[in-house]
């Protein structure tokens, strides 16, 4: 079945680093759209970055631009969030989530979450 | 800062029809498609409506969206208590270059 699994969140001091890895399996992850959406405890969804099915073309919300990096490897179904710098406003459950083609940026597939807490 | 406008709460009881509202502009909803997510406590949003009207496979006929010009709207007739969630709505923002959500909207079945 299709599944999504996030790893690599943890408690981190603020101007660290953590890279988020999602393991995909059970769809064709080469032609899916992927995205990283954040929710921080008790509050709304932010939509934080995503990368085309090739990794042709990337986006990133401003509150991220320029310290967050997103990537994939479609040899082994993983996508990919490098987070520098990290604010305490990073503080947030990140969720990846696939969008198929031609679905209008709709996330048909999420993952659990991975908690990512940045604190001093 | 949400850029789509949900009413933050919305309510009803089991078997009636409730709506909830999702207002943008000319460069969000004006311009592209809207999708809706249901999020359970503790869970996973789930997609229900996407491109403005369409369900995917396994979400009841009981759910449904439309759009009209800068505004959508997420119906649910019929309410059960398991439909008692946030909702969101979503679309992509050509200014912004960004998927933008509505702050979310709290269901209550009474």
């Known amino acids: 079945q299709v599944q999504l699994v996030e790893s690599g969140g943890g408690v981190v001091q603020p101007g660290r680093s953590l890279r988020l890895s999602c393991a995909t399996s059970?769809?064709?992850?080469?032609?899916?759209?992927m995205h990283w959406v954040r929710q921080t405890p008790g509050k709304g969804l932010e939509w934080v970055a995503f990368?085309?099915?090739?990794?042709?073309?990337?986006h990133y919300a401003n509150s991220v631009k320029g310290r967050f990096t997103i990537s994939r490897d479609n040899s082994k179904n993983a996508l990919y969030l490098q987070m520098n710098s990290l604010r305490v406003e990073d503080t947030a459950m990140y969720f990846c989530?696939?969008?198929?083609?031609?679905?209008?940026?709709?996330?048909?597939?999420w993952g659990q979450g991975t908690m990512v807490t940045v604190s001093s | 800062q949400s850029v789509l406008t949900q009413p933050p709460s919305a309510s009803g009881t089991p078997g009636q029809r409730v709506t909830v509202s999702c207002s943008g502009s000319?460069?969000?909803?004006?311009?592209?498609?809207v999708n809706w997510y249901q999020q359970l406590p503790g869970t996973a949003p789930k997609l229900v409506i996407y491109?403005?009207?369409q369900r995917p496979s396994g979400v009841p006929d009981r759910f449904s969206g439309s759009k009209s010009g800068t505004s959508a709207s997420l119906a649910i007739s019929g309410l059960h208590p398991d439909d008692e969630a946030d909702y969101y709505c979503?679309?992509?923002?050509?200014?912004?270059?960004?998927?933008?959500f509505g702050g979310g909207t709290k269901l209550t079945v009474l």
């Open positions: 000319s460069s969000d909803i004006g311009s592209n498609t």
């Open positions: 990368i085309w099915s090739d990794g042709s073309n990337k």
């Open positions: 059970g769809f064709t992850f080469s032609t899916f759209a």
């Open positions: 491109l403005n009207t």
């Open positions: 979503a679309a992509w923002d050509d200014g912004l270059k960004s998927v933008i």
């Open positions: 989530a696939g969008d198929p083609p031609r679905s209008g940026f709709a996330f048909d597939i």
